[in-house]
């Protein structure tokens, strides 16, 4: 029950970071998803499929404190957890270009998936050229944050495997 | 398939307000509360550090010992601009007869592609949906969603925004849409109309979200094409959205602000 609140609180903690400082640290146009390099960590470092729910609820906590459409981000998350669960066995996920790429690749995704469904449900409200001329940045933005961010998740993660041993986690 | 159903639940009966949107946005409201305070104090440490570079050495070396030696002072003098604003914001609200309420932006939205913003005040205060959001520079944007302590504001930046507006010299209206980006553009003027790069843009009061004459904008380019209807037209905020810091809320009823 412990080991839960704390991975709430670190969740919160990262949705509170997102949405205050990172505006500080990046004033232009193009921020970096913290929540979406948590999304594809967890999709690799939980264990059996819970890292595809853990990805999903808290791309619901970022739909929540998002002006855009309610649920896009739980199924875009999702579906990073769900990816990453899944090839997780079959690829090598570690050190900065692995990351790099990988993160990426799922914004690019990311950034679709918004993309397809604000046109789609919300019948052509966003500028595809804005969407497209950012989307790249955004992915390298995040491609280069991501490894950064995966060592602090490893530190956290190991450190609550030693105060709180538990199996949620994959073996460290 | 639940995210298929919150996204059509969302998308077709826009007015609802989701009793999970509102218990996680209680939850991080006093944490966005306190990181945009840590955050505002260090912008104002390095905002200060930066202006002392550019005077001379004399004053540099008098103020940098200041702001050592007085970290009061310092307080005092953010406390006074906070004043200054909120004098500035309470005093252009109140020229009109509308109640209203002057709150504090805490947070910005989670993702990349959304322009909104968080502030401090929600239906404990009398803030509902669609009510229009200013500063004294200008329109800012209008609440999406209000929970109890805070709301969302979507910005007049946003690609899902649009302000019914109109020239403040020629009386030529359009309306003006959110890019996405820290531009607007002002969309539906005819090639014939006659608008110059600076002219004014304000607020025609018709679509009952924005009343009549708040400043939207300012002309900065202006592309005309023989063969369309419209011009292309792209107008720069007058409210610099990324840094604003308290805003006017301006609400409905006879509440008293």
Known sequence: MTYLVLIIALVFLLLS???????????????????????????????????????????????CLSGGLLGVNF????????????????????????????IFATSLVD????????????????????????????GVCNAVIAPFLFYIFDKVRQWLHRKFPSQVFESI | MFSLVLMTVNARYDKVNLFFESVVVWFVSPAQNFFTSV????????DHYLFLVEV???????????????????ELLERNKLLERSSNLTEFAGEDERPFVVAKVIGYDATQWSKVIFINRGTDHNVEKNLSVVTDAGVVG????????????????????????????????????????????????????????GDKVISSGLGGVFPKGLM?????????QDRELFQDIRVATSVDLSSVEEVVVLLSGQEEG
């Open chain 2, 142 to 197: 209008h609440i999406i969603h209000a929970s109890l302590k805070s709301s969302k504001v979507l910005l007049i930046t946003d690609s899902r925004s649009a302000v019914d507006s109109l020239f403040q010299e020629t009386r030529k209206s359009g309306i003006t849409v959110g890019t996405g980006e820290d531009i607007c553009e002002m969309k539906f003027v005819p090639t014939s109309a006659k608008v110059s790069v």
């Open chain 1, 111 to 138: 950034g679709m998936i918004y993309f397809l469904a604000m046109t789609s449900l919300l019948g052509g409200q966003v500028k595809g050229n804005f969407l497209f001329s950012s989307i790249i940045l955004f």
């Open chain 2, 216 to 224: 939207v904008g300012t002309v900065v380019d202006i592309v005309k």
């Open chain 2, 56 to 74: 001379s050495n004399e004053k540099d070396r008098l103020l940098l010992e200041m702001v050592r030696l007085s970290k009061k002072n310092n």
């Open chain 1, 75 to 102: 199924l875009s998350k999702g579906l990073a957890g769900l990816f990453f669960c899944v090839i997780k066995d079959k690829i090598i996920v570690q050190g900065i270009i692995p990351i790099g790429f990988f």
């Open chain 1, 17 to 63: 970071i997102q949405t205050t400082f990172l505006r500080v640290v990046f004033p232009g146009d193009i921020v970096p998803d913290l929540i979406l390099i948590a999304a594809v960590y967890c999709g690799i470092h939980l264990k059996k499929s819970r890292g595809i729910w853990v990805a999903a609820l808290i791309g619901f906590f970022q739909d």
């Open chain 2, 39 to 46: 955050a505002n104090s260090i912008t104002d440490v390095f």
